[in-house]
């Protein structure tokens, strides 16, 4: 007989995982114990003493694979890996993986000779564990995912969670600016979710394959308008602060520095916040103290 659905919460996901337990009504939640020797390599282990309990279950493990605490998104990773194989080892019956925010899905194009697009080389190492689903969210590049992934594999919008968290803050006359002509389409699938007729606009931006540097240019009509500039990662955060330095002398009224996964490496919040942003809205696909939008619901939704 099959017993009760299992969640498996990893360590870089722990409020989120617990959220989306209470969202389905799954009342056995597994933590990890985890560690790394003293040659450097991973240790995980799930919180339990009689492995039983995972035999013949259904078990959704929730682990995002963004930088940990001491930066390393590769420790990450390695432990959803970790995870996937423990529970297979146990004989669950059903294996489904939520990856909040994936690892290396910006690397999944060649710009500069002997590059590796590694984002395939990630989703084919997770595709060999042979879990039955897989759940992202706004993946760098969606088009790879099925590719790349046999069974079930479906990518999550946070676009309409984020809209209305930013309509609770009472912002009015919105303006959704695209930091660069690429996340257009994007930022127009966004717009929709404040309303009809919503302006989008976008800044040229050109970036040095190089070096990394950002040239970025644009006058935009945008007095006293509340200005929501969206993207799906904020890393290092210069593409975004350069964006709010030009929207707001442009006559913006209030920014809001938004992405589905703020990582906010480096300096990223003195340059967002210096530049003029009033505020940084991230969701909990990483945890840090931006995470002020909840995709539980949304991932519950699509699990059930």
Do not use: W
């Not at 390393?72 to 970790?82: G, P, S, T």
């Amino acid at each position: 007989m099959l017993m009760e659905k299992i969640m498996v919460v990893g360590p870089a996901s722990q409020i989120l995982g617990v959220k989306i337990a209470k969202e389905l009504g799954i009342n056995h939640i597994l933590s990890t114990q985890t560690k790394i020797f003293a040659d450097g390599e991973n240790y995980l282990r799930l919180d339990l003493e009689d492995e039983t309990v995972v035999q013949g279950s259904e078990t959704i493990i929730v682990q995002s694979t963004g930088p940990s605490a001491s930066g390393n998104q590769n420790a990450r990773l390695f432990e959803l890996l970790m995870m996937i194989s423990a529970v297979k080892r146990m004989g669950a019956s059903k294996i489904i993986v939520v990856i909040p925010y994936l690892a290396y899905a910006r690397q999944d194009k060649i710009f500069r000779p002997g590059e590796c697009e590694f984002a395939n080389i990630v989703l084919k190492t997770i595709d060999l564990m042979e879990i039955n689903e897989l759940y992202v969210v706004d993946v760098h590049a969606p088009d790879v995912l099925k590719e790349l992934i046999t069974n079930k594999v479906v990518n999550i919008d946070s676009m309409k969670v984020l809209a209305d968290y930013i309509k609770g803050l009472g912002a009015k006359d919105i303006v959704v600016v695209s930091p660069d002509k690429g996340a257009v389409e994007r930022s127009k699938a966004f717009a929709k979710h404040f309303g009809d007729g919503i302006p989008v606009e976008y800044f040229e931006k050109k970036r040095d394959v190089k070096t990394g540097e950002i040239e970025m240019q644009g006058k935009l009509t945008l007095e006293g308008k509340d200005v929501v500039i969206s993207d799906d990662i904020i890393a290092t955060g210069g593409t975004m602060a350069k964006a709010i330095e030009i929207s707001k002398k442009s006559g913006a009224n209030r920014v809001f520095a938004v992405a589905t996964h703020a990582l906010l490496l480096e300096q990223a919040k003195f340059r967002i916040l210096s530049a003029g942003a009033d505020e940084i809205i991230g969701t909990d696909s990483i945890d840090n103290e931006v995470s002020k939008v909840s995709l539980a619901k949304a991932i519950a939704d699509y699990l059930k």
